[in-house]
């Protein structure tokens, strides 16, 4: 073997690798050193020899230093020697390796062989990192090991004396208890982990425990700055065993407890009134802003600046969210939306002074915003979620106040004429009704204004987000205005009952005309109401366009509908705002409104976004015959069905005259009579009209000289929205009651209807006129005079030939009438004359005719009426029923009966006043009784209904037989004059009936 030469000086790049690995640095890394070195000399493996030496040295000084450190700690732990001496174990084959790698080396660098040895035996230096990396492990772990036990130590000493602890605020506490879990973490992997978590969690309890009444202590002073540095100590404590969340919610919770104090102390006299409330509500939330500005300054000591924006926000949730019920409570106590508005406004401009202070704030953020809006606007969500309950009840309230009262039972005016000294103090029924029209008149102005001021308040509360809400409730409220109103009619047509002498007929059936211009009062006062409502809903429509444009934040006005129909229900309340665009108290009300709508469900959502989208397609005017609510259409609605009454109200105290009269048609004697067969073959001369059709048409001319000066005043454009469908309304029922007697079908009833009315003049754009307003009431009464009559006509049991002549002469001088008011095409009479002048089998044919004709209404009306009329004129005039023999002679048996009861009853009569008369000259004697008893007097013969009705009605029995007799005279006459009258229905019905079988 040669010898080998000194080996030559080592480059300068090796020169610093070995001064690195002779260092003293505890964080020298072998591996690191070692890959260095490689990748210096990675052509010339031999290059490496000089290296191992200072790597065998290093390695010495890290296990002579291993071995120092488990002397000096003298750990006798059985675990730790084991893994010691294993590890020992482990790098004994590594150090004999090391030197055969040294040896390997030395001996290729002296051979000067060329040829580099394979590169795979360096894995060793991945092997002994490894190993280095595990030794540093077992040294932490060694330190963490003994720290734990000295902080466990120390920190049960410390929990042991609570109070004392508390009253020393031993700073350092919370660094070891930091201390602790981070060696808790490193011997996470070691045997005892779980012992070491129970031992911190029962710590962390103890020492939560005893810092608890310091906390609470400090965060109940008077002043919270004085304890600023305790409440620092208790937060830095309990931040070491992860609860410093308990410190900000004790400091929040117990804070406002003066601010609660001052909200339930107060008395009910301080919010009596809405404005009471509202400067009540001022002054308290001045008092909690104080309370804020006062905390943020302490808060900021405790808790640093970063959460402090999150710290305030708490402290405002616990400040307000405990009083959101009481509030709720309070404003619902006599509710009213001026109320309502009242503490909104107290609370819109608190919420308006809070931005500064969050706006300082650098964490604050658009989520912030939010919370803060949440929070206090809070006790008002209720009223929004149930706006449309809320907002209904108050109006009506307040509109049933504007309701006149009942028309009182006044005193009739025949009594008034007879005691004209109370007639200036008494008014009279049409008076009353005047009095009532004109205050309704006046009712109506305020009545739209409070409309109009709910509308504006639904803005003020809302931003317009709730004004589906608020116009349904303007709805209910106007039909429950318009049920009061409604419910004053009885009272009003009970003053207009029919007296005993106008159901008489004559000239004492004629209308009142003054109740009939009392009624024409009322419809103008409908008339006006239904104007201003119509012109208050134009208004209403393009103020509310702008506030929506406003509260979608449409600066450039509403965009079209289609336009708007591309945007979801999300994109238009879901849009969020920060808190320097809150500034403007209208985009405060605007967001407010948005994250409650937000928070509702998808129907109301919905509804919000279909009434935006209605209200934009909507014409800004509307150009028709009468004024149109487009907005307010609910509302409208309601006046038309109180219009309804009012025009009713109107056409009866024309019409139930009228009726009276007709009433008494069908008993008229005339339609049975026949041609008297004394006059032999005289020439019969042109039938007169009767005294009921004369009537009725008097009746239905005087209309006429009543509307038109009423037409020609200054009431008329009001009177003709009022008038609006009165035909349909008054004479529906008229006609139906025809139609139901004669079954006629919708149809055919529609077309009776259509009778008096032409179809141009309903379709005419322009403004009624003076004339065609006359027009329309002359028809409408016309009308159901015309269904009245045809009723009546169709309610005749039998009709002689001569009463069919009678009754063509009545029609046709009807049908003159009718003309003479508007009905020139009244077919319908002019065909009925027609048809009674002919024979009842030509009648009857012509019904036929137009049964035949199915495809027309008119024709199919006109076939039953005919038809009606034609089978009453074929009925026997002896029998208007049955017709049969077993009828006849039931009718004698009857006849024969009532006759011998009026023979009876006279007798009795005329026995009763003699006895009467003997009795009180004192000539009557005892009765003579035989051996067998008692004579038995003659039993009382049984009253009539009639009879007993005369009989109430007799003065009491005079004391004298003379007077007696007197008092009877008038009801022997009438028997005698039954009895003559029976004798001659017997023998006039004897001569009919003929010879008996």
């Known amino acids: 073997m040669t010898s080998t030469s000194p080996s030559p000086p080592p480059p300068p790049a090796d020169a610093a690798l070995l001064a690195s690995a002779a260092s003293a640095d505890a964080s020298f890394d072998a591996y690191a050193w070692a890959e260095e070195a490689l990748s210096s000399r990675s052509d010339d493996a031999a290059a490496l020899s000089a290296l191992l030496p200072p790597l065998s040295l290093r390695s010495q ?61 360096l894995s060793q230096l ?21 720290k734990w036990g000295r902080n466990v130590r120390t920190v049960v000493v410390l929990v042991e004396d609570p109070a004392r602890l508390t009253a020393r605020a031993d700073a350092t506490l919370a660094p070891r208890v930091r201390e602790m879990r981070a060696s808790l973490e490193v011997l996470r992997e070691l045997p005892g982990a779980w012992d070491r978590e129970q031992t911190l969690a029962r710590l962390s309890a103890q020492i939560e425990a005893a810092v608890k009444p310091k906390l609470a202590a400090c965060v109940r002073s008077d002043d919270a700055a004085d304890a600023t540095a305790a409440l620092r100590w ?94 709720r409570d309070r404003l619902a106590a006599g509710f009213s939306l001026q109320r309502l508005l009242s503490g909104f406004r107290a609370t819109r401009s608190f919420a308006g002074q809070l931005l500064p202070l969050f706006r300082e704030l650098e964490s604050a953020s658009a989520a912030t915003a939010d919370q803060l809006l949440r929070v206090v606007f809070e006790p008002f969500r209720g009223f929004f979620v149930d706006y449309n309950r809320f907002a209904s009840d108050a109006l009506t309230d307040a509109l049933l106040r504007l309701v006149p009262p009942a028309v009182e039972a006044m005193k009739p005016r025949e009594a008034i004429d007879e005691d004209d000294d109370d007639e200036e103090d008494t008014p009279t029924e049409d008076g009353a009704l005047q009095n009532f029209a004109q205050r309704v008149e006046d009712a109506a102005a305020s009545a739209w204004a409070l409309l109009d001021e709910s509308l504006q308040q639904c803005h003020e509360f809302s931003g317009g987000a709730a004004f589906p809400e608020a116009v349904e409730a303007v709805g209910a409220a106007v039909q429950q205005f318009t049920l009061a109103l409604s419910a004053t009619l009885p009272a009003i047509r009970q003053l207009r009952e029919p007296t005993a002498s106008a159901a008489l007929g004559g000239s004492a059936g004629a209308p009142d005309w003054r109740q009939f211009h009392a009624a024409l009062a009322l419809l103008t006062a409908c008339g006006a109401l239904e104007s201003d409502l119509c012109a208050l809903d134009g208004r209403v429509r393009v103020r509310m366009r702008q506030q929506l444009a406003q509260f979608l934040g449409e600066a450039a006005g509403p965009s079209s509908p289609r336009s708007r129909r591309k945007k979801s229900v999300a994109d238009t309340v879901g849009a969020n705002v920060t808190l320097a665009e809150l500034a403007d108290p209208s985009k405060l009300v605007a967001a407010v409104a948005k994250i409650w709508l937000h928070d509702e469900p998808p129907a109301r959502q919905t509804q919000f976004h279909q009434f935006e989208l209605e209200l934009l397609a909507a014409p800004t005017s509307v150009d028709a015959r009468y004024p149109t609510a487009l907005l307010l259409d609910e509302a409208q609605r309601a006046l038309r069905s109180w219009a309804r009454e009012a025009q009713l109200l109107t056409y009866d105290a024309v019409f139930l005259p009228i009726a009276r009269v007709l009433e008494t048609l069908p008993s008229n004697e005339n339609w049975r009579k026949v041609p008297d067969a004394t006059l032999g073959d005289l020439p019969t001369f042109s039938l007169l009209p009767q005294d009921y059709i004369t009537l009725v048409a008097d009746l239905l001319l005087s209309l006429l000289p009543q509307l038109e000066p009423f037409a020609e005043s200054g009431s008329l454009q009001r009177a003709v929205v009022a008038s609006r469908g009165a035909h349909e309304s008054c004479v529906a029922s008229e006609w139906a009651r025809l139609g139901q007697l004669l079954h006629l079908a919708p149809p055919e009833l529609a077309a009776c209807q259509r009778l008096l009315f032409s179809s141009e003049a309903q379709r005419a754009e322009p403004p009624p006129t003076a004339t065609q307003f006359v027009d329309l009431w002359t028809a409408t009464v016309a009308s159901g005079t015309l269904a009245a009559l045809l009723r009546a006509v169709c309610s005749i049991s039998t009709l002689s030939e001569l009463g069919a002549r009678q009754l063509s002469a009545d029609l046709a001088y009807f049908h003159n009438v009718l003309s003479a008011v508007g009905g020139e095409g009244n077919w319908l009479v002019d065909d009925l004359r027609r048809a009674l002048d002919s024979d009842p089998q030509a009648h009857a044919q012509h019904a036929d005719e137009l049964r035949a004709e199915r495809d027309s209404p008119e024709k199919q009306a006109l076939a039953k009426i005919n038809a009606c009329l034609a089978g009453v004129r074929q009925r026997p005039l002896w029998d208007s029923s049955t017709g049969t023999r077993q009828g006849q002679r039931s009718g004698m048996a009857t006849i024969y009966f009532y006759y011998n009861e009026l023979l009876r009853q006279s007798e009795a009569a005329a026995t009763q006043a003699q006895s009467s008369s003997a009795t009180a000259d004192g000539h009557v004697k005892e009765p003579q009784q035989d051996d067998d008893g008692a004579e038995p007097t003659p039993a009382e013969p049984a009253k009539t209904s009639e009879n007993q009705d005369e009989e109430s009605s007799l003065p009491p029995s005079p004391a004298d037989s003379e007077a007696e007799l007197a008092a009877l005279q008038p009801r022997m006459n009438r028997l005698a004059y039954l009895q003559t009258a029976v004798a001659s229905n017997l023998d006039a019905l004897a001569r009919a009936l003929g010879p008996k079988e």
Do not use: I, N
């Open 126 to 146: 991945a092997a002994l990192h490894a190993a280095k990396q595990r030794l540093q492990s077992c040294a932490q772990a060694l330190v963490e090991a003994a």
């Open 234 to 327: 208790c937060l830095d404590v309990l931040a070491s065993v992860d609860r410093a969340a308990l410190v900000r919610d004790e400091f929040c919770r117990a804070r406002p407890a003066a601010v609660h104090r001052l909200w339930f102390a107060h008395g009910e006299a301080d919010t009596d009134t809405d404005e009471a409330l509202g400067l009540w509500l001022d002054g308290f939330y001045a008092r909690v802003l104080q309370l804020l500005q006062h905390e943020m300054r302490v808060a900021r000591d405790v808790f640093g600046a970063e959460p402090l924006a999150a710290v305030l926000l708490q402290l405002l949730h616990d400040t307000l969210t405990p009083l959101a019920k009481s509030f």
């Open 61 to 121: 000084a890290l296990a002579r230093g291993l071995h120092a450190s488990l002397a000096q700690l003298a750990l006798s732990a059985p675990q730790l020697q084991a893994r010691v001496a294993a590890l020992q174990q482990a790098t004994a084959p590594l150090g004999r390796r090391l030197d055969s790698v040294y040896a390997h080396a030395v001996g290729g660098v002296d051979s000067g062989s060329s040829t580099p040895e394979p590169r795979g035996d």
